[in-house]
């Protein structure tokens, strides 16, 4: 089980969207040791993309979707 804490202050705790169509979709990267990788979505559910939503101040979740590479 991995447990990641975030904060309203999202350069502080160094997660992000990247490669989506616009500013509220694409792959889940967080930054570790300098390092920004892309999540893993083993057991990743709507209650983690929900936390992740409202971390990045929006608000809600719709559809997590799985693609890309894993870094980390």
């Known amino acids: 089980m991995m447990l990641v804490y975030f904060s309203a202050n999202t350069t502080h705790t160094g997660i992000r969207l990247v490669g989506g169509r616009n500013s509220r979709e694409g792959r889940l990267e ?8 892309t999540v893993c979505d083993d057991s990743f559910d709507d ?7 409202y971390s990045l101040g929006f608000g809600f979740a719709a559809l997590p979707v799985s693609t890309g590479n894993v870094a980390l």
Not at 47 to 53: P, T
């Open 30 to 37: 967080v930054r570790h040791n300098g390092i920004w990788g």
């Open 47 to 53: 209650v983690d993309a929900r936390v992740v939503c």
